[in-house]
């Protein structure tokens, strides 16, 4: 039986490991549309390379082979879709300035995500909206977590959870929580994934995780409690 | 913190949670769970949330003008560069 805790491949998502292997690339891509150059057998390293080397129909693929990730995961950050709409363009405009600077030390979908997540935190900061930041979710902070789930045990949730209320409590979270909750709960990466482009450890990441679960958990159990008053 | 695991008090067994939960292993069957209902009912509710995450925010595609913005943009950044403002002459010319 697979764990629930661990990111699986459901469906309508893409693992980031795919990259690893290009003959299953255009299987797992998802919302894939064709390649604007017509050169579907390039492998994505060949592409990369090609697009490194300034190749602009290189890039117009590269950027058609991750928009769909990309602009989702600044939809599910920011939630308004001009915004997630910008930052793409901004993510996709820094990675036309730095994509000659990649050397491979870590997957490519891993470091252009990395990119994507630093315009998306420094959009946050602009706005003020960081509630808590990243720097802080990823420091460990002993005054949070475990003890707050001693109490109440009479108040569970009970089997399944309402989508849309699941949604808002995640949007209510403080962006460092709630980037890592979509890295690895929503988009599926993993731990030693997170930790690559937040620049933490995979211990961080897994706590952190921890208590953004904790967080909607809590979150949730109020709305429950609130609809169960007459 | 004791060494039998059976016995971990419930914030000793909160604490290896994460670690738990994050390496994959199957923590419902860890030993304090036997007897803890309150920390059954935690870890039940966190798998709860993990799963129903899978179904969240579908991803979309962005529109098409994103990818004119961008192509606009990078063509702005080249005619940017291939025209450089004129640097003031190190020295000065002569005057007439």
Same mark, same amino acid.
Request: glycine content about 6%.
């Given at each position: 039986?697979?764990?629930?805790?661990?990111?699986?491949?459901?469906?309508?998502?893409?693992?980031?490991?795919?990259?690893?292997?290009?003959?299953?690339?255009?299987?797992? $891509?998802?919302?894939?549309?064709?390649?604007?150059?017509?050169?579907?057998?390039?492998?994505?390293?060949?592409?990369?390379?090609?697009?490194?080397? *300034?190749?602009?129909?290189?890039?117009?693929?590269?950027?058609?082979?991750?928009?769909?990730?990309?602009?989702?995961?600044? @939809?599910?950050?920011?939630? !308004?879709? #001009?915004?997630?709409?910008?930052?793409?363009?901004? #993510?996709? @405009?820094? @990675?036309?300035?730095?994509?000659?600077?990649? $050397? *491979?030390?870590?997957?490519?979908?891993?470091?252009?995500? $990395?990119?994507?997540? !630093?315009?998306?935190?420094?959009?946050?900061?602009?706005?003020?909206?960081?509630?808590?930041?990243?720097?802080?979710?990823?420091?460990?902070?002993?005054?949070?977590?475990?003890?707050?789930?001693?109490?109440?045990?009479?108040?569970?949730?009970?089997?399944?959870?309402?989508?849309?209320?699941?949604? $808002?409590?995640?949007?209510?979270?403080?962006?460092?929580?709630?980037?890592?909750?979509?890295?690895?709960?929503?988009?599926?990466?993993?731990? !030693?994934?997170?930790?690559?482009?937040?620049?933490?450890?995979?211990? !961080?990441?897994?706590?952190?995780?921890?208590?953004?679960?904790?967080?909607?958990?809590?979150?949730?159990?109020?709305?429950?409690?609130?609809?169960?008053?007459? | 913190?004791?060494?039998?695991?059976?016995?971990?008090?419930?914030?000793?067994?909160?604490?290896?949670? +994460?670690?738990?939960?994050?390496?994959?292993?199957?923590?419902?069957?860890?030993?304090? =769970?036997? %007897?803890?209902? /309150?920390? /059954?009912?935690? =870890?039940?509710?966190?798998?709860?949330?993990?799963?129903?995450? /899978?179904?969240?925010?579908? %991803?979309?595609?962005?529109?098409?003008?994103?990818?004119?913005?961008?192509? %606009?943009?990078? /063509?702005?950044?080249?005619?940017?560069?291939?025209?450089?403002?004129?640097?003031?002459? =190190?020295?000065?010319? +002569?005057?007439?």
């Amino acid at each position: 039986m697979p764990n629930p805790f661990s990111p699986t491949q459901a469906p309508g998502r893409v693992r980031p490991s795919h990259e690893t292997d290009p003959s299953t690339a255009a299987k797992a $891509r998802e919302g894939a549309t064709p390649a604007p150059s017509g050169q579907g057998n390039a492998s994505n390293g060949e592409i990369l390379a090609r697009a490194q080397a *300034g190749d602009h129909q290189a890039f117009a693929q590269l950027y058609s082979l991750h928009k769909r990730r990309i602009y989702s995961l600044c @939809l599910r950050m920011v939630g !308004n879709v #001009a915004e997630a709409e910008d930052l793409t363009q901004e #993510a996709f @405009l820094q @990675l036309h300035r730095k994509i000659a600077t990649f $050397r *491979g030390d870590s997957a490519f979908s891993t470091w252009l995500h $990395r990119l994507a997540i !630093n315009v998306v935190l420094m959009q946050l900061r602009k706005k003020g909206l960081s509630l808590v930041s990243l720097d802080e979710a990823t420091e460990p902070t002993p005054d949070e977590g475990p003890s707050r789930s001693f109490g109440a045990p009479d108040l569970t949730l009970t089997g399944a959870i309402d989508r849309l209320a699941l949604e $808002r409590a995640v949007a209510e979270l403080p962006a460092g929580y709630r980037l890592i909750f979509i890295l690895h709960d929503v988009e599926g990466f993993e731990h !030693n994934e997170i930790a690559s482009m937040l620049d933490c450890s995979i211990g !961080n990441s897994k706590s952190q995780l921890h208590k953004a679960r904790l967080k909607l958990r809590e979150a949730l159990r109020a709305q429950n409690s609130q609809e169960e008053q007459p | 913190m004791t060494g039998d695991p059976g016995k971990l008090s419930c914030a000793e067994f909160q604490m290896q949670l +994460p670690e738990l939960v994050g390496s994959g292993a199957d923590a419902t069957t860890h030993p304090h =769970l036997q %007897s803890c209902e /309150r920390c /059954r009912a935690l =870890l039940e509710d966190l798998k709860t949330i993990a799963e129903a995450a /899978r179904q969240l925010f579908p %991803s979309v595609e962005p529109p098409d003008e994103v990818w004119e913005h961008i192509e %606009s943009a990078i /063509r702005q950044e080249k005619e940017g560069d291939s025209n450089p403002p004129v640097a003031p002459p =190190l020295i000065a010319p +002569p005057r007439q």
